[in-house]
């Protein structure tokens, strides 16, 4: 079998095999693709059947999860933690509570993880957990009894050198916090178990800010690495969640002028620049919709379709909300109206045709599983000061940070160039992420 053939065989196992999983089809296709040359320059994977064993979970844990709301009423939701790949270091993703998580969703964010997390240059594999709880609406004490009940079964298969979840969409500080004590309760061991906690219990300095900081850093290389860099340029940030608000105040420091941004309901667009503190007012502090700017701000207007947000003309595309949240029709209107960049906070959230649009107009394009690494390097960074009982300084945390995806650039500019691609990063982060999980899996035999 040539590696055409063979690709198009695992791709046909992963259809058969995961019915109606879209996004978890789309990601797997998205990495195969790329990895042709890597498959023909290295015979022995194929024969050492590694891909069919790469796109095939090590393990799917879904349960029940039980709780009562206010009014008495028993609720039931569905929980996953799906174990992805282990072959470079325990178990590392995070854990999304949101109402349109499937088994598809929480598997596609899985396997991205694996590449991910190995292009960190941590020792940290790949996994993703979450369930189909939307904690938006919900009173506190409802998403306490909810992350009782969800970590009363999780707790089972998690452990700091195992499996260590962080957050995701709809997991931040308050959920971690209840997630954490609900584990500490059922096991008594105080441990390293989930990053993202708070800092008076064995959280890192900057860990808040990493992802959205970690974006700009990776950008701001990509972008000097081309001449240019973010100073004077028009930035439009997606979502107004833990990823989109710190890759807005990074992008403001490094000179941009962010003059967009999102929640599910719709956008804001303020000419004048977004006022982060006050976004920070109304999504951390107030936990309300970002349509309550344009109330304080008079020459901001409020538009009620999210995906509009990508008509506005800017210079600099940061999606920091969800998957697939820019079409090809999204990205021919960033196309047309001058866009020369486009790096992803959140995961996945360029279609393929968004990909190939960008590609075409020659557009540089920061995938995901590089331009978002600084959030779970930084998680690594924790369970690291975890297990040394010690705890490093928001800017000793901020330049490890800063070096991460410094190297992470490098690593992904010169994979795509040694690979007869240069430029393509999307193909850089893939066959760079790969190839360490690939020889680590290779030398520890069939497993
Ligand atoms: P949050 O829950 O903090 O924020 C998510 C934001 O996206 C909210 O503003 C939310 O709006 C908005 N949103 C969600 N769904 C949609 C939608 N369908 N259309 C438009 N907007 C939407 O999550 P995070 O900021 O943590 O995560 C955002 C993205 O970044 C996700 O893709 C996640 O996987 C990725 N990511 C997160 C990391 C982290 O460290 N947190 C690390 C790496 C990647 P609303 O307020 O209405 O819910």
């Not at 009173?139 to 999780?154: G, I, K, P, Y």
């Amino acid at each position: 079998m040539n590696v055409n053939e063979y690709i198009e065989s695992v791709l046909a196992t992963v259809k058969k095999r995961n019915p109606g999983e879209a996004e978890f089809y789309q990601a797997v296709s998205e990495v195969l693709d790329t990895l042709r040359p890597v498959l023909e320059a290295h015979p022995e994977y194929q024969k050492a059947g590694l891909i069919e064993r790469l796109v095939e979970p090590e393990k799917i844990i879904k349960f029940r999860v039980p709780w009562v709301d206010d009014s008495g009423k028993v609720q039931v939701n569905r929980g996953y933690r799906i174990q992805f790949n282990n072959a470079i270091g325990p178990y590392k993703g995070g854990l999304r509570f949101r109402d349109n998580v499937t088994e598809s969703v929480i598997k596609f964010l899985g396997f991205e993880q694996i590449f991910k997390n190995s292009l960190t240059g941590l020792p940290i594999g790949g996994g993703k957990g979450g369930s189909d709880f939307d904690p938006k609406g919900k009173s506190d004490a409802e998403v306490m009894r909810f992350c009782q009940s969800f970590m009363t079964e999780l707790f089972k298969y998690i452990g700091a050198d195992t499996d260590v979840p962080a957050g995701d969409i709809g997991v931040g500080a308050r959920e971690i916090g209840f997630l954490y004590g609900q584990y500490k309760r059922l096991t008594d061991l105080y441990e390293g178990v989930l990053t993202g906690k708070g800092l008076t219990y064995g959280g890192s300095l900057a860990r808040k800010e990493a992802t959205g900081f970690g974006l700009c850093y990776f950008t701001e290389e990509m972008l000097k690495a081309n001449g240019k860099s973010f100073k004077g340029h028009k930035v439009v940030i997606s979502g107004s969640g833990n990823v989109a608000i710190y890759a807005a105040v990074k992008a403001t420091a490094l000179g941009g002028k962010v003059i967009a941004m999102s929640d599910s309901n719709g956008f804001v667009y303020d000419p004048d620049g977004i006022d982060i503190e006050l976004v920070k007012q109304i999504k951390e502090v107030n936990r309300g919709r970002i349509s309550e700017y344009v109330k304080a701000r008079p020459n901001a207007t409020y538009g009620d379709k999210c995906s509009d947000i990508w008509g506005i003309k800017c210079d600099i595309a940061l999606p920091c909300a969800t998957q697939n949240e820019i079409n090809g029709e999204s990205a021919k209107k960033l196309v047309e109206n001058g866009c020369f960049c486009v790096s992803e906070g959140a995961n996945m959230p360029s279609t393929p045709e968004a990909i190939e649009t960008y590609q075409q107009a020659g557009i540089l394009f920061g995938p995901a599983k590089a331009a978002n690494a600084g959030g779970v390097a930084t998680s690594a960074l924790e369970m690291s000061q975890n297990s040394m009982r010690y705890s490093w300084t928001f800017e000793e945390v901020d330049e490890k940070l800063h070096g991460i995806m410094v190297n992470i650039f490098k690593n992904v500019e010169s994979a795509a160039a040694k690979y007869g691609m240069p430029g393509n990063y999307a193909a850089g982060a893939n066959i760079a992420g790969f190839l360490k999980v690939a020889d680590a899996m290779m030398a520890q035999g069939i497993v």
